[in-house]
């Protein structure tokens, strides 16, 4: 599995926009990236998942360069209920019986 | 979507004795299923992979008489902390993936069991 390099932390106020990149700098041909988020003594939650370019949900955005040794997850107009822990996952296999491996993770602070 | 419940939220026990953790697939069929647990501040880590019909994988350093782990069924996954210890003490959590979810599938999570051992 390619290894994740991101921000242990960032500060933001609301109505900002937010952007956090991930480094993985050793992503095979096949890997996909993916960014969950998660709230204090909660499970982790799905936001978006892409391969290449951009992609783009009713929550956030995935920017993916050409060479995709990076990824930005942006996030439009942070509220207080934005602040979280993100981590950026990448790997292969997208199949039921393939556990995901999680990095340290981006704990973003948001503030009035 | 696909939802993934665990139960319970949150228990307290005493030093010694066990405590059991269910994980339920709750509209799809899951012939896998995850356990990680998470200490403060940290990220979460994977513990073992549950399988339907066979014996759960166990990561590195993880001892399996000690996290016993049964998947009775499609759609149920129990953890059980045998013998618990305050060093036990930690979140748990536990995922699946919806097989018939096509090549998109997501991840999804369990709310997470807040364990305390006194």
């Known amino acids: 599995l390619a290894k994740t390099t991101q921000p242990i932390s960032m500060d933001s106020y609301e109505g900002q926009e937010v952007n956090i990149t991930c480094s993985h700098n050793n992503i095979a041909t096949n890997d996909y990236i993916t960014w969950y988020q998660q709230f204090p003594s909660q499970g982790p939650r799905f936001i978006i998942q892409?391969?290449?370019t951009k992609v783009t949900n009713e929550v956030a955005s995935l920017f993916i360069p050409a060479d995709r040794k990076s990824s930005t997850l942006s996030l439009p107009r942070v509220s207080l209920s934005d602040t979280a822990v993100y981590y950026c996952l990448v790997g292969g296999s997208r199949q039921a019986g393939t556990a995901l491996i999680f990095g340290k993770g981006t704990t973003l602070s948001v503030s009035s | 979507g696909a939802v993934v419940s665990q139960h319970p939220s949150r228990v307290i026990c005493k030093s010694g004795t066990s405590v059991k953790i269910e994980c339920r697939s709750l509209?799809?069929?899951?012939?896998?299923m995850f356990w990680y647990r998470q200490f403060p501040k940290q990220s979460l880590m994977l513990m073992a992979t549950?399988?339907?019909?066979?014996?759960?994988?166990?990561e590195q350093g993880v001892e399996k008489d000690k996290f016993l782990i049964n998947h009775a069924s499609l759609t149920l996954s129990t953890l059980t902390v045998t013998s618990a210890h305050p060093e036990d003490s930690s979140f748990y959590i536990c995922?699946?993936?919806?097989?018939?979810?096509?090549?998109?599938?997501?991840?999804?999570f369990g709310q997470g069991t807040r364990l305390t051992v006194v």
């Open positions: 995922s699946a993936r919806d097989p018939g979810g096509g090549a998109d599938t997501e991840a999804f």
């Open positions: 509209d799809f069929q899951a012939t896998t």
């Open positions: 549950s399988n339907e019909g066979s014996k759960a994988t166990y």
């Open positions: 892409g391969y290449k």
